[in-house]
């Protein structure tokens, strides 16, 4: 049995296909997953009331477009529950599914808030087009969006949802926006930017439960202060999906655990994309999943290749204070060099000897590619 196995129709598990197909056109490929299978980019969920796109329209592909131009058997609604690694079958609901090589590229799961009160339904995230497509559907008659966190997701759509004409609080915990991406001068930027499109802004305290209110809700926070909204948008993070692997007796701890070849423990099961920790690293980015697909692809069609990761900055689409990052990781010795004038700074971080580590860039500074290339040619590899 010789067919490669992908779950997951998510930028990790198309790009893989994608590239692999560039190198093998006759391996049988047989991709699964648990959603419609349309391929589409997901960094545009949150430009989408911007751009004023409903979900058919971010759509890129129908999944027969995508089966004809992979050459793939693509199953979709359908849901892997366990793998027999000695068998080498997949569990899905009433079938076992066979497979020579296993790919999991399985994403990450919203991580959901215990919060009380009696308005959870009301409480929405965007973590794929069906959660956009049903976010839009509930907005058609509403406008006023209280956004639970101030990170990169949180601060988009507030960007996002502003410029669609909707009313925008955030509540943030750490006292400014995207806190761990950003030193304080450049997080303040970005918060006075969405202060300017009319997004309120509460750091400091938690959200404590969320309440029916008429047609709308009430948000509590922990400081007993009440919000008043339409719904809710909870955007406090992500966490890799490892629990199929981890029920399967694969290594997994933030993220499924993968070599340089992006191989889990188990010699014919390999993981890509937000589902993986590649030597330690989880990075929940387009970039670091386009080059180990490419390597993957390689490593599949018989050519043995591991991942290499450049500095790879991150964007922050917050087109009213624009942010271009290549974060540090907390702890690191050194410290921030910031020039600054209004809502335009430049960040560099440098270790106590002067090595460039890491930088964060906002206004006009993020509109500068030379400056950005500059930047991004000082630092160290991710993975060398
Ligand atoms: C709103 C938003 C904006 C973003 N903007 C940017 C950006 O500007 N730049 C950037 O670099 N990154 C951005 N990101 C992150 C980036 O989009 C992700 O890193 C990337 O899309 C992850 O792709 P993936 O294929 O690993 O996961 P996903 O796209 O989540 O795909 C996972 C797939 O696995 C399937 N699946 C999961 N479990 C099972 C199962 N048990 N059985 C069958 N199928 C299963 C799902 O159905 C899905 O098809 C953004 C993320 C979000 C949410």
Not at 187 to 200: D, F, M, T
Request: overall charge negative; proline content about 5%; some cysteine.
């Amino acid at each position: 049995m010789n067919t490669l196995v992908i779950v997951g129709t998510g930028l990790a598990g198309y790009n893989l296909a994608k590239e692999f197909r560039k190198l093998d056109a006759e391996r049988p490929l047989l991709i699964i997953t648990q959603d419609d299978g349309r391929n589409y980019s997901k960094p545009m969920l949150s430009t989408g009331f911007t751009k004023g796109k409903a979900a058919d329209e971010l759509a890129m592909n129908s999944v027969e477009q995508m089966r004809e131009q992979l050459k793939a058997d693509i199953r979709t609604g359908v849901a892997v529950n366990a793998i027999d690694r000695v068998a080498r079958t997949l569990q899905v609901e009433g079938e076992i599914i066979p497979y020579g090589d296993l790919v999991l590229a399985l994403g990450a799961d919203v991580f959901r808030p215990a919060l009380g009160g009696d308005a959870g339904d009301r409480v929405y995230s965007i973590n794929d087009l069906q959660d956009y497509a049903r976010f839009r559907e509930v907005m058609a008659d509403k406008k006023k969006v209280v956004i639970i966190g101030g990170g990169l997701i949180g601060c988009e759509f507030a960007n996002d949802l502003s410029n669609g004409g909707i009313s925008v609080d955030v509540v943030e915990p750490v006292g400014r926006v995207l806190p761990a991406l950003l030193p304080e001068r450049a997080s303040e930027a970005v918060a006075n930017g969405l202060a300017s499109l009319g997004v309120k802004l509460h750091f400091g305290h938690s959200v404590k439960g969320v309440w029916q209110d008429g047609d709308g809700v009430s948000v509590e926070l922990s400081n007993g202060e009440r919000i008043a909204g339409d719904v809710v948008l909870s955007a406090i993070g992500l966490r890799p999906r490892t629990q199929l692997a981890l029920v399967a007796g694969l290594k997994a701890e933030r993220g499924i655990v993968v070599d340089r070849f992006l191989r889990t423990s188990d010699a014919n099961i390999y993981a890509i994309g937000d589902a993986a920790e590649v030597e330690g690293k989880v990075l929940l980015y387009v970039l670091p999943l386009m080059a180990a697909a490419r390597a993957l692809a390689k490593t599949l069609a018989g050519q043995p290749t591991a991942v290499m990761y450049p500095a790879m900055p991150v964007q922050v689409k917050t087109p009213v204070c624009p942010v271009v990052v290549s974060p540090v990781l907390p702890g690191t010795p050194g410290a921030w060099e910031v020039e600054a004038e209004g809502n335009d700074v430049k960040a560099v971080f440098k270790s106590p000897d002067g090595q460039t580590l890491g930088f964060a860039l906002t206004g006009a500074y993020a509109g500068s590619s030379a400056i950005k290339m500059e930047l991004t040619r000082l630092l160290p590899p991710i993975l060398a």
